[in-house]
């Protein structure tokens, strides 16, 4: 099956340093890229759909001056977390799909720790 | 009403047990069809996929569409201790982003 890959797994940082995570496409090429955010016991949340080239489209609510999203190639976006603070902390995966019919693949997720 | 209903569970059964998960949606242009399984601190894996409404089997696992009924369900057969997981089930219509059920529990018990 495909593979989508994230970097890192596991990152824990001071209040007010920002946080990039990478989110690659190892073996196909993803024509859009999806980034997640989950709490513990609750399901995946939407934050933004990235499209290669375009910018990104955030969901109701997510700040996109905070949580900047770069699709710069058909295997790689990365989201940064600028300015992280401890609310931001959380798990937040990534998901890769080729055109439109729905198979989508996942990343292993990266936990954000801010302290 | 939520596009997506999925009874959160927890749902335990002995080892070699079926295991029969479901999922309700609302929307009726919903094509893609999908079944994830994460471990706890993993991401989701993708188990089945289904386009429009049928069976389909792979292994132990079998996904069934009604898109009549708006249902779909997710078979595991002879259960085991490692298929301990939250399942989700996830739709989208052409082109748009999936939506996610809010995943059920299952513990199988040796």
């Known amino acids: 099956g495909a593979v989508v890959s994230q970097h890192p797994s596991r990152v824990i940082c001071k209040s007010g340093t920002s946080v990039k995570i990478e989110c690659r496409s190892l073996?196909?090429?993803?024509?859009?890229m999806f980034w997640y955010r989950q709490f513990p016991k609750q399901s995946l949340m939407l934050m933004a759909t990235?499209?290669?080239?375009?910018?990104?489209?955030?969901e109701q609510g997510v700040e996109k001056d905070k949580f900047l999203i770069n699709h710069a190639s058909l295997t790689l976006s990365t989201l940064t977390v600028a300015s992280a603070h401890p609310e931001d902390s959380s798990f937040y995966i990534c998901?890769?799909?080729?055109?439109?019919?729905?198979?989508?693949?996942f990343g292993p997720g990266t936990r954000l720790t801010v302290t | 009403q939520k596009e997506v209903e999925q009874d959160p569970g927890p749902l335990s059964v002995p080892e070699g047990a079926i295991v029969s998960l479901n999922c309700t949606y609302s929307?009726?242009?919903?094509?893609?069809f999908m079944w994830y399984r994460q471990y706890s601190r993993k991401g989701p894996e993708l188990l089945m996929y289904?386009?429009?409404?049928g069976n389909k089997e792979d292994g132990r696992f079998t996904a069934q569409v009604d898109k009549s009924s708006k249902y779909i369900s997710l078979f595991i057969r002879d259960s085991q201790p490692s298929d301990s997981a939250t399942y989700l089930c996830?739709?989208?219509?052409?082109?748009?982003?999936?939506?996610f059920g809010k995943g059920t529990s299952l513990l199988v018990t040796p």
């Open positions: 998901s890769a799909r080729t055109g439109g019919r729905g198979e989508q693949y």
């Open positions: 289904t386009y429009s409404s």
């Open positions: 990235s499209n290669e080239g375009s910018k990104a489209t955030y």
């Open positions: 996830a739709m989208s219509a052409e082109g748009y982003a999936l939506n």
């Open positions: 073996d196909f090429q993803a024509t859009t």
């Open positions: 929307n009726s242009a919903f094509q893609y």
